[in-house]
């Protein structure tokens, strides 16, 4: 089971954190990715990380912008996300597969149940 976090309201320009913690013991051997789904449209890739953090992918859409990072001790994945623009906006969901990261979301395995992110002035 995953469970995300962190998603809230903030102005153009602004940060927030997001949080993903998984309640399996092998988590530590778990690719992690994050995606978001705006009203409308598709779920969409914004990053992934592998097991070991060696490897990390991000959306064109979000690169230099946005940090996927995990820390396996507490058994939890972050996605930190900086100058967020309006189009940002979405429900973002965190997704785990062994081993390695994908952008391809029918790759994942468990998926959380969401968090909302609304970036607007």
């Known amino acids: 089971q995953l469970q995300a976090c962190g998603g809230g309201l903030v102005q153009p320009g602004g940060s927030l954190r997001l949080s993903c913690t998984a309640s399996?013991?092998?988590?530590?051997?778990?690719?992690m990715g994050w995606f978001r789904q705006a009203p409308g449209k598709e779920r969409d890739f914004v990053a992934a990380?592998?097991?070991?953090?060696?490897?990390?992918g991000y959306a064109d859409s979000v690169r230099g912008r946005f940090a996927i990072s995990r820390d396996n001790v507490k058994n939890t994945t972050y996605l930190q996300m900086n100058s967020l623009k309006p189009e940002d906006t979405a429900v973002y969901y965190c997704?785990?597969?062994?081993?390695?990261?994908?952008?391809?979301?029918?790759?994942?395995?468990?998926w959380g149940q969401g968090t909302q992110v609304t970036v607007s002035s």
């Open positions: 399996r013991r092998f988590f530590s051997t778990l690719g």
């Open positions: 990380i592998d097991w070991n953090s060696e490897t990390e």
């Open positions: 997704a785990a597969r062994s081993f390695t990261g994908s952008q391809h979301r029918n790759d994942y395995t468990y």
